[in-house]
C-alpha cells in the first residue's frame, strides 16, 4: 500500500511539471504559432497523464496545463489575466479535456479490475466443483476453502470451527455483515463468522480475522458475495459426505 501511494504520488508530481516544461519549451514558439496549436500539444500531454496517473493525475496535469498556458502563452504574457475570448475558452478546455479524461481512465480501470476479479470467482468456483465432483475430502475442500478466502478477503488468518457462529462476533450473510449488539471480548480484533449452512442446517463457520478491526465492513460487495457463496458451496459438499 505504501509503495501505491509514492508510485501515485511520482505520477502526480510529473502529471504537475510535465505541461509547466512543456510549456516552457513552446514559449518562443509564441509569436510565430497559434496559440490554438500550442495547446493542441497541451492537450496530449494532459491525456498522458490522465492515462498514467488516473483522475488525480488528470486533474493536476489538467490544472497545470491550463495555468501554465495561461502564464506563458497568453497575452498579457507574464500574468494570469487574458485580453482575447480564445485565449480563455482554450484554457478552459485544457482543464475540461484533463478531468473528462481522467474519469473515463479511472471507470476503465474500475471496469477491468471487476472483470478479473468476477474471471477469479468464476474459477474458485469452477475449481472447487471440480474438488467436489472428484470425490475430494472433506478436510481438503475446508483447507482450500480456507485459503481461497484468506487470498479473496485479505485475510489476516482464518480457520474453520465445526459448530454454528457465535451470536456475538459480526457475521457474514448473503445481505451484508450482522454487527452485535455486544461483541464478545474473546474474540480476535477484527474477527467476524462466515456461516457454512446447507438446506437449513450449519454445518460449521469459518473464522475470519482481518488486518484491522473494521472485520470485514470495507471489502467490496463482490468479494463478500463470493465469499458467501463459496460457504454455501463448501456446505452442500459437506452435508453430502455426513449424508448414509
Given at each position: 500500500?505504501e509503495g501505491?501511494?509514492r508510485?501515485?504520488?511520482?505520477?502526480?508530481?510529473l502529471?504537475?511539471?510535465?505541461?509547466?516544461?512543456?510549456?516552457?519549451?513552446l514559449?518562443?514558439?509564441?509569436?510565430h504559432?497559434?496559440?490554438?496549436?500550442?495547446a493542441?500539444?497541451?492537450?496530449?500531454?494532459?491525456?498522458?497523464?490522465?492515462?498514467?496517473?488516473?483522475?488525480?493525475?488528470?486533474?493536476v496535469?489538467?490544472?497545470?496545463a491550463?495555468l501554465?498556458?495561461?502564464?506563458f502563452?497568453?497575452v498579457p504574457?507574464?500574468?494570469?489575466?487574458m485580453?482575447?475570448?480564445?485565449?480563455i475558452e482554450t484554457?478552459?478546455?485544457l482543464?475540461l479535456?484533463g478531468?473528462?479524461?481522467?474519469?473515463?481512465?479511472?471507470?476503465?480501470?474500475?471496469?477491468q479490475?471487476?472483470a478479473i476479479?468476477?474471471?477469479?470467482?468464476?474459477?474458485?468456483?469452477q475449481?472447487r466443483?471440480?474438488?467436489?465432483?472428484?470425490g475430494e475430502?472433506?478436510?481438503?475442500?475446508?483447507?482450500?476453502?480456507?485459503?481461497?478466502?484468506?487470498?479473496?478477503?485479505?485475510?489476516k488468518?482464518?480457520?474453520?470451527?465445526?459448530?454454528?457462529p457465535?451470536?456475538?462476533?459480526?457475521?457474514?450473510t448473503?445481505?451484508?455483515?450482522?454487527?452485535?449488539?455486544?461483541?464478545?471480548?474473546?474474540?480476535?480484533?477484527?474477527?467476524?463468522a462466515?456461516?457454512v449452512?446447507?438446506?437449513?442446517?450449519?454445518?460449521?463457520?469459518?473464522?475470519?480475522?482481518?488486518p484491522?478491526?473494521?472485520?470485514g465492513?470495507g471489502t467490496?460487495?463482490d468479494a463478500?458475495?463470493a465469499?458467501?457463496?463459496l460457504?454455501?458451496?463448501?456446505g452442500?459438499?459437506?452435508?453430502?459426505?455426513?449424508?448414509p
Open positions: 500500500m501505491g501511494r508510485w501515485l504520488f511520482a505520477r502526480v508530481c502529471a504537475l511539471l510535465s505541461p509547466l516544461a512543456l510549456v516552457v519549451a514559449v518562443p514558439l509564441r509569436a504559432v497559434l496559440n490554438t496549436n500550442l493542441l500539444v497541451l492537450v496530449l500531454v494532459v491525456l498522458g497523464a490522465a492515462v498514467a496517473g488516473g483522475r488525480t493525475a488528470g486533474l496535469g489538467a490544472l497545470s491550463a501554465s498556458y495561461d502564464f502563452l497568453t504574457y507574464g500574468s494570469f489575466t485580453e482575447r475570448g480564445d485565449d484554457t478552459v478546455l482543464g479535456i478531468l473528462i479524461a481522467g474519469e473515463l481512465v479511472e471507470r476503465a480501470r474500475r471496469s479490475a471487476m476479479v468476477r474471471r477469479r470467482e468464476l474459477d474458485r468456483v475449481r466443483a471440480e474438488l467436489a465432483a472428484g475430502r472433506p478436510g481438503r475442500l475446508i483447507t482450500l476453502s480456507a485459503e481461497e478466502l484468506t487470498e479473496l478477503l485479505d485475510l488468518a482464518c480457520r474453520f470451527v465445526p459448530t454454528p457465535p451470536e456475538d462476533v459480526p457475521i457474514f448473503h445481505g451484508a455483515i450482522r454487527v452485535p449488539g455486544v461483541k464478545s471480548e474473546d474474540a480476535p480484533p477484527g474477527a467476524a462466515l456461516p449452512r446447507a438446506h437449513g442446517r450449519d454445518l460449521g463457520h469459518f473464522v475470519l480475522v482481518f484491522t478491526p473494521s472485520f465492513i467490496s460487495m463478500k458475495h465469499a458467501v457463496a460457504a454455501d458451496q463448501l452442500v459438499a459437506l452435508l453430502r459426505y455426513q449424508r
